[in-house]
């Protein structure tokens, strides 16, 4: 078993490495066997580079340990989803440093109780970091509208997820090599055959 430390900020003029030391000291009471993924990437990204090279990294029975699940997730529920599937696919245990109720594991039904307490309380917490991220966007952009600026958003590129769509019709690859064949991370790829 392996504890995974995940830590991220959502800029570069942010310190993601902020709450490493007391991460590391408290996978200790786990394993003294620890990987550190580090990055200022925003969590309201699936798709990011130190996330996606711990799940493909990660083995099952390997614990995933964020500080707090807004660290971790400010995902749309949908996204969320995609992510929380990925997690529980490769066999991760998710502990949050400041969730106590994910640092212990019981056998039997209190063990089964514990983790539908902690599955709600997860899902509660990823909902009201994406509700605090979407506050935050809404005062930006009426700042922006009140300065008179307007930003230019961005297109879908149609042919990559027509081909997309095409190569997931003949269900003979999967979503990763999906990804690899048009060039797009696999986020992408769930999100254009859920739309699609």
């Known amino acids: 078993m392996t504890v ?3 830590v991220r900020a959502s800029t570069k ?3 993601a490495k902020r709450a490493l030391t007391d991460l590391i000291s408290f996978s200790k009471s786990y394993d003294d066997s620890y990987v550190e993924y580090i990055e200022n990437y925003s969590g309201t990204k699936l798709d990011r580079p130190a996330l996606n090279k711990l799940l493909d990294n990660a083995n099952q029975g390997d614990i995933l340990l964020v500080e707090s699940v807004d660290r971790l997730s400010r995902l749309s ?3 969320f989803a995609i992510l929380k599937q ?11 440093a400041d969730l106590p109720t994910t640092h212990t594991i019981s056998d039997g039904m209190t063990g089964e109780i514990l983790a539908v307490v902690n599955n709600m309380l997860i899902d509660l ?3 009201m970091a994406k509700l605090d991220n979407d506050k935050r966007r809404e005062r930006i952009k009426q700042g922006l509208a009140n300065s008179g600026y307007k930003p230019n958003g961005k297109t879908a590129n149609t042919a990559k997820n027509k081909r997309i769509l095409e190569l997931n019709s003949k269900n ?7 990804a690899n064949a048009v060039g797009v991370n696999v986020s992408t790829v769930y999100r254009v055959i859920r739309e699609g």
């Open 86 to 96: 990925r997690i529980k696919d490769k066999g991760l245990r998710l502990v949050v």
């Open 77 to 79: 529920q949908e996204n």
């Open 4 to 6: 995974r430390i995940y």
């Open 125 to 127: 917490l990823a909902t």
């Open 172 to 178: 003979n690859m999967t979503k990763d090599e999906i």
């Open 13 to 15: 003029d942010q310190d």
